[in-house]
């Protein structure tokens, strides 16, 4: 598969409906403004060297003065959208863990079966025994198969680690897909997952991980964000704090996880704090809801989670009415979310979350950037950004890319200017 921007011209015509253009980024999407997407209907668009350069109506279209070199694609009846950008994955994993999943059919819960040295504790078991070349092969599939998918840019969490060896690995790996230059990823520390054998429970684990892993985890640059899964039986708000606090000294933003099966103050703690976002939100009280309204935390929903636990679906319909730039990301993961289908996470959105189609677009495109500060690069299709994006099968608006929930929906996907399919 092809790395790096591609050299060369490329000009897309005739497109039924075109996503994300204009003159240049959009830095994030809030509230009503999410329904204002840009769309163009029966456009063109320019790449040079894999960036866009040009776009727009075919009404005022300029014609090919220089055929030199030039591919040239018809994209009649088609819609152009920028490629997703994937704000949430645990990509970086040893394997799955179907074996849980038939657990679950037969009546035991995600909890029970984490008290039972089950899901992230099992997924850390199998990982430090992985060596770092082959978590990298495993990893580096997963991460081509998302992008056959029309994923364009990523985040990946350590957490399967949870001593500073693996710790370190995970994110060695995950910093070696991403200087395969085939798309942006960024990484994210989260120690604090789970608290494993000998540690007697979250304050002294934490104070570990703050003290000897972070230290060594920034040092190496192998860490964009830090995270850490802020719930009942996992860390609570003092170790959110003290790791937080610390990370912000040696620069990392926050993404946490949190109120994924319960509501404790934890949100307002992240947005009181600066946090980039706060991912999960299956519980969400009113009070969250008005702290996230009155700072610049994002949201993040994660329905595959939803889907595949069975929990509830984050309100995100409340959250966009209350003014918030809501992001959409999978959750990739061996427990809680084993998909990385970003379109069916998009049309979940809409189906279980309240939101028009525009705005489940914007969600996994737009604010999924914003949400890994890489709104410059990706998320639409601006002059300058990367030429990132799906061409899909022939769909009559942009709102039946939507409504086709589940079903393939790019006919090819082009990658920093590389056709990939
Ligand atoms: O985002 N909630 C915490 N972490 C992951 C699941 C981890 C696992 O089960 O392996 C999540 O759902
Ligand atoms: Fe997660």
Not at 29 to 46: F, H, K, N, T, Y
Not at 112 to 121: D, M, P, T, W
Not at 270 to 280: F, N
Request: with cysteine; hydrophobic share 45%; aromatic share 6%.
């Amino acid at each position: 598969m092809e790395s790096g921007f591609a050299q060369g011209r490329l000009l897309i015509k005739d497109i039924g409906h075109l996503v994300g253009f204009g003159p240049a980024p959009i830095q994030r999407l809030e509230g009503s403004e999410m329904r204002s997407l840009p769309v163009i209907e029966d456009a063109w668009l320019a790449i040079e060297d894999g960036r866009v350069i040009d776009g727009g109506s075919m009404v005022d279209f300029p014609g090919i003065v220089d055929w030199n070199q030039l591919e040239v694609l018809d994209a009649t009846g088609r819609v152009v959208l920028p490629s997703w950008v994937d704000s949430h994955t645990h990509l970086v994993h040893a394997s799955s863990r179907e074996g849980e999943f038939v657990d679950r059919i037969r009546g035991l819960s995600y909890q029970e079966i984490a008290a039972r040295g089950g899901g992230i504790l099992n997924s850390a078991k199998v990982l430090r025994e992985m060596s770092e070349d082959d978590l990298f092969d495993v990893s580096l599939a997963r991460m081509e198969r998302l992008m056959t998918m029309g994923t364009g840019a990523i985040e990946i969490k350590s957490g399967y680690g949870l001593d500073l060896d693996s710790e370190l690995k995970m994110l060695r790996v995950a910093r070696r897909l991403g200087a395969l230059d085939k798309i942006p990823v960024k990484t994210t520390f989260l120690g604090c997952h789970a608290v494993p054998d000998p540690w007697d429970g979250p304050a002294s684990y934490t104070r570990y991980m703050v003290e000897e892993v972070l230290p060594a985890v920034t040092e190496e640059g192998l860490a964009d964000h830090v995270d850490i899964f802020c719930e009942d039986g996992y860390f609570g708000l003092e170790e959110t704090r003290l790791l937080l606090t610390q990370a912000k000294l040696r620069g990392l933003p926050a993404k946490v996880h949190v109120n994924q099966f319960t509501a404790g103050g934890g949100v307002g703690l992240c947005v009181e704090m600066g946090a980039l976002s706060v991912d999960h939100l299956e519980i969400l009280e009113a009070e969250d809801v008005a702290e996230l309204s009155s700072g610049q935390t994002i949201p993040v929903a994660l329905p595959l989670c939803s889907l595949f636990l069975d929990l509830p679906f984050t309100p995100c319909r409340t959250l966009v009415d209350a003014g918030c730039a809501v992001a959409i990301a999978t959750d990739f993961n061996p427990g809680s979310a084993p998909s990385g289908n970003m379109h069916l996470a998009a049309s979940l959105g809409c189906l279980k979350m309240g939101l028009e189609p525009l705005e489940a677009i914007a969600a996994a495109t737009v604010n999924g950037a914003a949400a890994l500060n890489l709104q410059n690069e990706v998320g639409g299709l601006a002059v300058g950004q990367e030429a990132s994006l799906m061409v899909t099968r022939p769909l009559r608006s942009v709102e039946e890319a939507m409504y086709a929930f589940g079903d393939p929906l790019a006919e090819r996907v082009l990658l920093r200017g590389n056709w990939i399919v």
